[in-house]
């Protein structure tokens, strides 16, 4: 301020207006009916109120991890757990993994007996996933040779790192059922399939056909023995009696070969000691499971967050631009009201 | 700190009284005006709170409200009447305090009820810049400008006084 604007505010300090005695007492009056003190209301402050916000939005997302986890584990619990082993389904391997004490129990194929009554082609394929090769191999051919079978053929092959064998082997038809639980009981089962088909038709076919040449037979060495018979005819009736018996002897080989093969059930066996190309991966324990629902919450709230933003700030901007224009109106009409007094 | 409402009356009833005497330019006006502040006050006073201003800002942004909303009240009156007058009204001895000079006295009833409120805010109730600035809505910058644009027009209107 310059040297008068002291000396007049100097004059207007000291000469300042103080108000009535009567005013006074007035407005003392009013003091004494009013409270003491104003109760405290709280105090909102952005600053104070931005950090609890988000302090309550996390710990709703973490209240609510714990409670999903707590939750999805009761219904893991309640899931009936998958059936393990399939007779013929690829990737049970996995699952036969996850879970080695089920890998040696019995399959339900290795329960389908062969009739004892009936000639059946039996016939087993079974891939196993092993833990050594080499060992697996050498058991199964053991066990073949245990339950009085044969080895049929033998395709073995390992590297670095992985290697299969392919076997194939002849069990006694009596004896397949326990081969076979001794089989899948050298690795995880990856894949198995039982055939059984049904061969008596054909038996009782070749049986009826023999039968039908034995009597052909016999009636020929009957008209043979006639001393009356003429020598042409005894020569056609010769030639009809080898070919008959040519023809009884072949039909018998054939019988004894199917006899054969129905004694034996085939079984192919290819075993593997790869690993599994991908590995299931671990089960997410709780804490893990709280985190992932904990961050789905917060994934949740910021997409509310973004949305409420999208729509409500133009609303907010549009209205605080219409509360600054009601503002800069009120100020200009004031200025002009105490412009004009 | 929470003050009791008679506490703030009692140090604040002078103030009030002599901000409303500047912004009137009459005193019979400004006591009836400070009775009304404070009663206002007495019935808001659950709501103050002493974190967001000072009770001396609280009381005077309630007083100028009050003040305001009278000037509308008259102007809407003497326009319904048609006996608006823009004339300067004449200085009353002792309207502005006791033993102010009648110099000073007529320039300041020369000066506009804005010119003679910052006056009062910043020279007799010693609000700094942003305090005055806040109760009056505008920036402290142009609160500063405000209070020098005054000053001068009050030093002006003195020295025409004394010359005449």
New interface residues.
């Given amino acids: 301020m310059s040297q008068p604007d002291s000396i007049l505010t100097a004059e207007l300090l000291a000469a300042r207006p103080v108000a009535s005695t009567e005013l006074r007492a007035r407005v003392l009056a009013l003091a004494t009916e009013a409270p003491v003190a104003p109760p405290r209301r709280p105090h909102f402050r952005l600053r104070v109120l931005v950090p609890v916000a988000a302090a309550l939005a996390l710990a709703a997302a973490v209240a609510g991890g714990i409670v999903g986890s707590f939750s999805s584990s009761g219904r893991r619990a309640a899931t009936p757990p998958p059936e393990v082993f399939s007779s013929s389904s690829a990737g049970a391997a996995d699952r036969a993994q996850s879970l080695p004490a089920r890998k040696a129990a019995p399959t339900p194929t290795a329960g389908l007996a062969p009739s004892t009554s009936r000639a059946q082609s039996y016939e087993a394929e079974i891939r196993l996933r092993v833990q050594n090769l080499s060992r697996a191999t050498k058991r199964a051919l053991q066990l073949t040779r245990s339950f009085g079978g044969y080895v049929r053929s033998v395709d073995y092959g390992s590297g670095t790192q992985a290697g299969t064998a392919g076997l194939v082997v002849r069990i006694p038809i009596g004896s397949v059922q326990a081969a076979i639980v001794r089989f899948t009981a050298l690795g995880a089962i990856v894949e198995q399939h039982v055939s059984i088909q049904d061969v008596q038709a054909s038996f009782d076919a070749r049986f009826r056909r023999l039968q039908t040449l034995r009597t052909q037979i016999a009636a020929v060495q009957e008209q043979l023995a006639d001393p009356k018979l003429a020598t042409d005819a005894r020569r056609t009736l010769a030639a009809r009696l080898s070919s008959l018996r040519a023809g009884l002897v072949a039909l018998q080989r054939v019988q004894s070969q199917a006899q054969k093969r129905v004694s034996f059930a085939t079984v192919s066996l290819s075993l593997s000691s790869h690993k599994a190309a991908v590995a299931p991966p671990p089960k997410p324990g709780r804490l893990q499971r709280a985190l992932d629902h904990a961050g789905s919450i917060l994934l949740r709230e910021l997409v509310v967050l973004v949305y409420v933003a999208v729509v409500g700030v133009p609303l907010l901007l549009l209205a605080a631009l219409l509360v600054s224009g009601e503002r800069f109106r009120r100020r200009r009409a004031t200025d002009r009201l105490l412009a004009t007094r | 700190v929470?003050?009791?409402?008679?506490t703030?009356?009692?140090d604040h009833?002078?103030d009030v009284?002599?901000y409303l005497?500047?912004?009137?330019?009459d005193?019979g006006l400004?006591?009836d005006l400070?009775?009304d502040t404070?009663?206002k006050a007495?019935r808001l006073?659950?709501?103050?709170?002493a974190?967001?201003a000072s009770a001396k800002t609280w009381l005077c942004q309630i007083a100028r409200t009050t003040a305001?909303d009278h000037?509308?009240s008259e102007?809407r009156r003497r326009r319904r009447e048609h006996v608006y007058n823009?004339d300067v009204p004449e200085a009353v001895e002792g309207t502005?305090?006791?033993?102010?000079?009648p110099t000073?006295e007529s320039a300041l009833a020369a000066l506009?009820?804005?010119e003679r409120?910052v006056?009062a805010l910043r020279?007799?109730l010693d609000f700094d810049g942003e305090s005055a600035a806040r109760l009056l809505?505008?920036s402290p910058t142009a609160c500063s400008t405000r209070l020098s644009r005054a000053?001068k027009k009050?030093?002006d209107g003195?020295r025409s006084h004394v010359a005449a």
């Fill in positions: 929470q003050t009791s409402f008679e703030a009356v009692e009833l002078d009284h002599a005497v500047y912004l009137t330019g005193r400004a006591e400070t009775a404070f009663e007495c006073w659950k709501r103050y709170d974190r967001r305001l000037f509308r102007s823009l502005y305090g006791e033993g102010l000079s000073i506009s009820a804005g409120e006056i020279v007799l809505g505008i000053l009050l030093e003195v």
